[in-house]
């Protein structure tokens, strides 16, 4: 019973959560675009990405 019950409520429960909040993503810039543009940023002031701080991570 609770292997039927948890995940049809919760399956139900969250996608119309998700889906307003989805509708708004096309507008917003991604997370990986702003990384992206912020290491081209950095890149092209400092000259070489060996100059940023958290180059030892990568590596």
């Known amino acids: ?10 399956h139900l429960d969250h996608k119309p959560h998700s889906t307003p909040h989805r509708a708004l993503q096309p507008a917003a810039i991604s997370p990986a675009m702003e990384i992206k543009a912020f290491l081209l940023r950095t890149v ?16």
């Open 44 to 59: 092209n002031e400092k000259g070489s990405i060996a100059n940023l701080p958290f180059r030892k991570y990568m590596l």
């Open 1 to 10: 019973m609770d292997r039927d019950a948890i995940p049809v409520t919760d």
